[in-house]
């Protein structure tokens, strides 16, 4: 460690200069880009007595003769956790602008609210300034992360500008924005003056038996209820309108990735059923990618749905009442289980550098309705594929793709299968409800 590092230590307290340095060495090969100024550049609190370091809270301290510093085993821990984020930057979440979306509640005290950070600064004439031009005081970095360099932006119709970031980012921040409310929250509570003294309680994360990561009684998500059935066979179009409901989401805990704070009220669209509430996160990785009202991208997420995670998703759709009893999916979730599984061996390879790769991008629509399966018949094609831009490879009718869903349910998850059955249709609707067509992304945001 080099000797600017090391200086300003007084019984594990480190100046800011110092624990700057250590911040930028510790995280020099961070999967997570991170930036330089965290602890003097704004949104960082350091009069308010803390810094968030991806999503955890460091305290500063003042020390005598009034200088600020920071505990440094705290750094170290800050920086461990966010080394060991790993990002797929394929794995994109969108993050604005939604349209005719509420605008984000502020909380006295708190000052993160990346989304509105982010948001704001994009829509300004020019979008984001490059670092020599930006204004003094000018936040350039949210939780120690640098977002701008793994911002993507993408055009619709040539015209519609929109904003992605890696979902690992996305979470990180969430839940950056979840600690620091339950900081200032606890600070309140305390009646603390503006340096607080001790330190918070790092959150521990272990893995259950199902290798899922779950948190210690330290995390930001400690104080969060799990969800257990509560909002079940309850319709979205009643509960979305009761006041109140959405502060009863937000004290849940993500029903699928129980990791993060719910922030929405999933509900099939189908059924109109409630699911459950998750966090953003989940949320945009349940949604399927629509190119037009019928026809969809089979991204690579679906890997994890359909694969690393699938008991969690398929409990999850199966929440609703409708998708339980007929032993089936929504309509756009089982064209994307058609195409990424029952037809996975008719997908051309090509040859690389360690065996075959799958060609193209998976797209799948469909004709005719749900309402009427006889008629409903789903295409799966292969877009970009060498030898043909777009390469049909099957025709499957919608109730061949429900009856192999059902084979395949039984085998990959026998206790979801168990849960379901055609017995189960009393005070179901007669019909399924027409699909609707989200396209925008509004329905990203709580209600």
């Known amino acids: ?22 911040w930028a060495d510790l995280t020099a090969d961070s999967a997570v880009p991170t930036s330089s100024g965290v602890f003097t550049c704004p949104p960082a609190r350091v009069r308010a007595g803390y810094v968030l370091l991806g999503d955890h809270v460091v305290a500063t ?10 505990v440094e085993v705290e750094v170290r821990r800050a920086a461990a956790e966010l080394n060991a984020v790993g990002m797929d930057r394929q794995d994109l979440v969108r993050i604005g602008p939604f349209r005719g979306a509420p605008g984000q509640k502020c909380d006295e005290g708190t000052t993160l609210r990346w989304r509105r950070r982010i948001m704001g600064e994009l829509q300004e004439p020019g979008g984001p300034e490059p ?3 930006r204004e003094v005081g000018r936040p350039y970095h949210l939780a120690g992360i640098d977002w701008r360099q793994v911002l993507v932006e993408q055009t619709r119709d040539g015209t519609q500008r929109t904003w992605w970031l890696p979902r690992a980012v996305v979470r990180l921040l969430d839940a950056a924005e979840h600690a620091e409310k339950q900081w200032v929250r606890a600070a309140r509570t305390r009646r603390a003056s503006a340096a607080v003294t001790d330190p918070p309680s790092h959150p521990r994360r272990t893995r259950d038996a199902g290798g899922r990561q779950t948190t210690g009684p330290g995390s930001p998500t400690a104080s969060l209820r799990p969800y257990h059935r509560e909002l079940e066979g309850q319709l979205y179009s009643v509960l979305s309108r009761k006041p109140g ?14 990791t993060a704070p719910a922030t929405v009220l999933d509900h099939c669209h189908e059924h109109g059923y409630v699911r459950a509430p998750l966090c953003q996160s989940c949320n945009t990785q349940e949604r399927p990618d629509h190119l037009y009202s019928n026809d969809i991208r089979v991204a690579n997420r679906y890997t994890r749905l359909f694969h690393t995670d699938t008991d969690d998703w398929l409990r999850h759709w199966h929440r609703c009442p409708g998708c339980r009893a007929r032993t089936t999916l929504p309509l756009p979730h089982l064209a994307a289980w058609t195409a990424h599984i029952a037809c996975r061996s008719l997908r051309p390879t090509h040859r690389a550098p360690r065996g ?7 797209r799948v629509s469909w004709t005719g309705s749900q309402n009427a399966p006889r008629s409903c018949l789903l295409t799966v094609a292969v877009d970009f594929c060498p030898s043909g831009e777009h390469r049909v490879l099957a ?10 869903f059902r084979v395949w349910l039984a085998e990959t998850a026998p206790a979801v299968a168990a849960a379901a059955g055609p017995d189960r249709l009393d005070g179901l609707p007669a019909q399924f409800r027409p699909v609707i067509a989200d396209t925008s992304g509004e329905d990203l945001e709580l209600f």
């Open 1 to 22: 460690m080099s000797e600017r590092v090391m200086s300003g230590r007084t019984d594990g307290l480190i100046s800011l200069v110092a624990a700057e340095a250590l």
């Open 245 to 258: 409901t959405s502060r009863k989401v937000a004290e849940w805990a993500c029903a699928v990735c129980r």
């Open 356 to 362: 075959r790769k799958p060609c193209g991008v998976l």
């Open 395 to 404: 025709h499957v009718p919608y109730r061949e793709a429900a009856e192999r």
């Open 61 to 70: 301290v003042r020390a005598s003769g009034g200088q600020w510093s920071v």
């Open 131 to 133: 670092a020599a031009h």
